[in-house]
């Protein structure tokens, strides 16, 4: 079936510091991959996307390859801020039908920036 | 452009009573979804409607929740009777079409006490 899996939190970091979120996945056929966050007390909000293999999403200072070779979309981002703290979700959509189509969640990993 | 509205935004209630959330998606989506996000967790499908057909509802405790859309725009999402672990944030999105990415409401935070 269909899941991803992502790093466990919550992950700390200084700011300016680099940050790696990793996230890899188990899709039949080619999906779409995303990444979403949620700042304290907000709903979810599409971060960046990448929809065939070798995309890479950005946004924000983000960035998130699509490896289909090790079925992975990790989460970049060079000097993080305080303003970055949040949680941070990967997910997938798959293209093919198999199992319907909808957007599948990881658990979320919670990001602390400290001054 | 305007986004998914929820509602309520908080409710509490009693276990064994009912509850009932509201979404009204994006202006011409056809693809709506609802997610149960409990505390420490990432969000879980429910439910997923095209237009005003249910698509997946596989993991829907059907004997206790119940969802519509009627005329393929907003929704309604039910809980009867309520119980503890039902505790969570109730998230709706929609979308355009099935695989585009999915625009979120704000959720309702459920507390069944």
């Known amino acids: 079936g269909n899941s991803v899996t992502q790093m466990e939190g919550p992950v700390t970091l200084s700011e300016e510091a680099f940050l790696t979120i990793n996230c890899t996945y188990t899709a039949t056929g080619y999906p779409s991959l995303f990444w979403y966050v949620q700042y304290p007390g907000e709903g979810l909000q599409l971060l960046l996307k990448?929809?065939?293999?070798?995309d890479k999403g950005s946004n924000k200072g983000f960035e998130a390859t699509y490896r289909k070779e090790t079925t992975s979309f990790h989460l970049e981002k060079g000097s993080v801020q305080v303003s970055d703290s949040a949680v941070y979700f990967c997910?997938?959509?798959?293209?093919?039908?198999?199992?319907?189509?909808?957007?599948?969640f990881g658990a979320g990993t919670r990001l602390f920036v400290k001054a | 452009e305007a986004g998914v509205a929820q509602s309520p935004r908080y409710k509490i209630i009693e276990k064994r009573q009912s509850v009932a959330f509201w979404c009204n998606p994006i202006s011409g989506h056809a693809t709506l979804y609802w997610y149960q996000q409990i505390l420490g967790q990432g969000p879980k499908l429910l439910i997923q409607?095209?237009?005003?057909?249910?698509?997946?509802d596989s993991q829907l405790p059907k004997d206790r929740f119940s969802a519509e859309r009627l005329k393929g725009v907003d929704s309604t999402l039910k809980i009867q009777p309520a119980k503890l672990e039902d505790s969570a944030v109730y998230l709706c999105?929609?979308?355009?079409?099935?695989?585009?990415?999915?625009?979120f409401g704000q959720g309702t935070r459920l507390t069944v006490v």
């Open positions: 997910a997938l959509s798959p293209l093919d039908g198999t199992g319907g189509f909808k957007t599948i």
């Open positions: 990448a929809t065939k293999a070798d």
């Open positions: 999105a929609s979308s355009f079409a099935v695989n585009t990415e999915a625009f």
């Open positions: 409607f095209q237009n005003n057909g249910v698509v997946d």
